[in-house]
């Protein structure tokens, strides 16, 4: 059954940047006022980012698997797309072979989001919706596309585009009514610091389209699941090494480069 997504609007990728997790499509966390990637942590059979409160963030998509994907995006257990409680089977953005985009916001509609920023648990979006269970958690699910039938004939593509032309011109003369388009897109110790969540941020212009895709499967081909927090609470929760001090300069006991006798100075 065909069904129609949002279409990622972005470049497609040249080189895709380093702190990506992920096979089929590589996941990095931006930070938009750097233009940095975040570097990903492995620690405790996890993958964890450091934000900064206040700061701006991208998800950024990089389709590596040979064909056109469909990522469902979730932040905090809610779909970026829809607002909905994440599940699988919800709306995504289809990416193109080799393409790149950047998921900046909640998408409001197809030409705006509202901005995700790192905030305080208690103003990010998912809590204030009433779902404060899962904040702190970025998840991609990603679907390969079902193989399109091969195209028909020349006599039989003039055949249908003038059915379709006749179904166009019925829809006219009956009013075609219009239609909702169907939006496509930490269990561990507590920290001595406040932590993260993604707020509903500013409104910022973002322009994407409709498109259709058929997955190839129910499940996921691919399941991405990035932790994120400040940079204090993940160290202090080990993720992060603790910087090591300096340290203090030692006394030497032979300060002076071995030699012989030199003369004195002379009178």
């Not at 064909?67 to 409680?85: F, H, W």
Request: net charge positive; glycine share 8%.
């Amino acid at each position: 059954m065909l069904t129609r997504w949002i279409a990622a609007a972005a470049l497609l990728c040249l080189s895709l940047p380093t702190y990506a997790v992920g096979s089929l499509i590589d996941v990095q966390v931006m930070d938009r006022a750097t233009g940095q990637t975040l570097p990903v942590y492995w620690h405790g059979g996890r993958w964890w980012v450091p934000g900064r409160p206040g700061a701006r963030y991208a998800v950024a998509l990089g389709n590596r698997s040979g064909g056109r994907a469909l990522a469902v995006v979730s932040v905090d257990g809610v779909n970026v797309v829809s607002g909905e409680t994440a599940a699988h089977d919800q709306a995504g953005y289809v990416l193109a072979r080799g393409q790149f985009a950047q998921i900046t916001g909640w998408r409001k509609d197809l030409t705006r989001v509202a901005a995700f920023e790192f905030t305080a648990l208690a103003d990010s979006y998912a809590a204030r919706t009433g779902r404060p269970d899962h904040v702190g958690v970025i998840g991609v699910a990603v679907f390969r596309e079902r193989p399109r039938p091969e195209p028909v004939p020349p006599v039989a593509v003039r055949e249908q585009r003038q059915e379709s032309s006749r179904d166009a011109a019925a829809e006219s003369a009956t009013g075609a009514a219009s239609s909702k388009a169907e939006s496509a897109e930490r269990s561990a110790p507590a920290a001595p610091a406040q932590s993260l969540g993604t707020g509903h941020g500013r409104s910022e212009r973002s322009v994407t389209t409709l498109t259709e895709f058929e997955r190839a499967q129910s499940v996921p081909d691919e399941l991405i699941v990035i932790h994120y927090d400040s940079r204090e609470n993940l160290v202090a929760l080990g993720v992060i090494p603790r910087p090591q001090p300096a340290r203090p300069h030692a006394p030497q006991p032979f300060p002076a480069t071995a030699g012989f006798v030199p003369d004195p100075p002379r009178q």
